[in-house]
């Protein structure tokens, strides 16, 4: 999607859509919401995917080996378990409530396998692009227990987990990412509102997983499984109806402006760099 109409003040829904059932990996089932014909991008998120299944067939084949280079990927776990590893040798286990954030930057190759075999997995995996001049930067994983992603109560009935980002005097303990992302798991009680200040200049969706939500000054209706795309402003208003609460992620980052090229699990800037990680991939150098 180009760039959005900036409105002063509360943030407007611009569209609104659902994801579309996909297969990955090994033949692991999700809903794709974002990297779709549907919605291609969203600058700078490349591509959302929701997994969530208590059906062992629809994920125990997991996503074996596998390269990228050129963007970033979150991995934020609701319920269930799932380990990574990769070929310079980092491992980890990530369990529910968990994010592991991975730079993936000059290139790497690596593995999710989920660690069970019965039982929810649920999450989501989120692909957030790099600026040029950070492409081809070294790799590196922020993994980050449940236990270090600090709760803020926001009001009487509304809560949030802060992953990145800064929210009511909280900051998240993802640093040092070129996009600036925010990324919230935002909650709230049947009947509940509140208004969430956001950088003017992000771009930034909600994507509702659990109830349904009221978005923007006209109070749009987003359901669970919707997406919704924000206009530009300062802030967001956002109600959970009498009859349902509401949980949703808030994500949002810089947009970067830059061509894209894509394929796969490779996004640069040019069809040159595209054909050159490629190259690298199958000589071994990633």
Same mark, same amino acid.
């Given at each position: 999607?180009?760039?959005?109409? =900036? ?27 974002? *990297? ?8 700078? /998120? ?5 997994? +969530? ?60 396998? !989920? ?7 649920? *999450? ?14 070294? !790799? ?22 802060? =992953? ?9 303990? =993802? ?23 956001? !950088? ?20 749009? +209706? ?43 699990? /490779? ?20």
């Amino acid at each position: 999607m180009g760039t959005t109409v =900036i409105a002063e003040g509360s943030r407007r829904v611009a569209r609104k859509l659902r994801g579309q059932r996909a297969s990955d990996g090994a033949g692991v089932r999700m809903t794709r919401i974002i *990297g779709t014909p549907l919605l291609d991008h969203f600058d700078p /998120f490349l591509l959302l995917d929701e997994f +969530r299944s208590d059906d062992p067939r629809d994920y125990v084949a997991g996503f074996p080996d596998h390269p990228h280079r050129g963007f970033e990927t979150v991995t934020y776990m609701l319920a269930g378990r799932m380990r990574h590893g990769d070929n310079q040798g980092n491992t980890g286990l990530l369990g529910p409530g968990s994010v592991q954030w991975m730079t993936a930057g000059r290139g790497i190759v690596h593995s999710e396998f !989920p660690e069970q075999v019965e039982g929810l997995l649920w *999450g989501f995996q989120l692909w957030v692009n790099l600026p040029a001049k950070d492409k081809m930067t070294a !790799p590196r994983y922020q993994d980050i227990p449940a236990e270090r992603i600090p709760e803020v109560e926001l009001g009487a009935g509304v809560r949030a987990r802060v =992953i990145a980002g800064a929210l009511g005097g909280i900051e998240g303990p =993802i640093t040092a990412v070129a996009t600036e992302p925010l990324y919230y798991d935002l909650s709230l009680d049947a009947g509940t509102s509140h208004v969430l200040a956001v !950088p003017e200049g992000h771009n930034v969706f909600v994507y509702v997983f659990e109830g349904e939500a009221e978005i923007g000054p006209d109070r749009q +209706r987003v359901e669970r499984g919707e997406i919704a795309l924000l206009e530009h402003g300062t802030r967001i208003e956002l109600r959970a109806p009498a009859a349902s609460g509401a949980r949703m992620i808030v994500v949002g980052g810089r947009p970067l402006n830059e061509p894209i090229a894509r394929y796969g699990p /490779f996004v640069m800037n040019t069809e040159e760099e595209l054909l050159q990680a490629f190259a690298d991939y199958h000589a071994g150098r990633l």
